[in-house]
Nanobody
Framework: QVQLVESGGGLVQAGGSLRLSCAAS????????MNWFRQAPGKEREFVAA????????DYAESVKGRFTMSRDNAKNMVFLQMNSLKSEDTAVYYC????????????WGQGTQVFVSS
């Protein structure tokens, strides 16, 4: 079993930055692609970013490309989401999730961290 715990959310003004962290415990995530999703009030959960085990391959939603950067530290079993040039539409609960490599299965999710961007 894997536990994922997000942190780093908070209130920030538009144009500002936040860095989200996701700490994994219970087992190594060597066979998992790590992801960030978000869900705004009244909206469906949406994909934000993903990173391969090596950290070489990343993928981003069009809405965050050029502003968000995902990284991982496998030695510490952590992933990060650096969010710059934040917009009010980035306001959401952000979730860390682990996808088993080669599948569409997301067996592990964090509890989420709230990001609120004031305009």
């Amino acid at each position: 079993q894997v536990q994922l715990v997000e942190s780093g959310g908070g209130l920030v003004q538009a144009g500002g930055s936040l860095r989200l962290s996701c700490a994994a415990s219970g087992r190594t995530l060597s066979n998992y692609v790590m992801n960030w999703f978000r869900q705004a009030p009244g909206k469906e959960r949406e994909f934000v970013a993903a990173i391969s085990w090596s950290g070489v391959i990343t993928d981003y939603a069009e809405s965050v490309k050029g502003r968000f950067t995902m990284s991982r530290d496998n030695a510490k079993n952590m992933v990060f989401l650096q969010m710059n040039s934040l917009k009010s539409e980035d306001t959401a609960v952000y979730y860390c999730a682990a996808r088993r490599t080669g599948t569409d299965l997301y067996p592990f999710w964090g509890q989420g961290t709230q990001v609120f961007v004031s305009s």
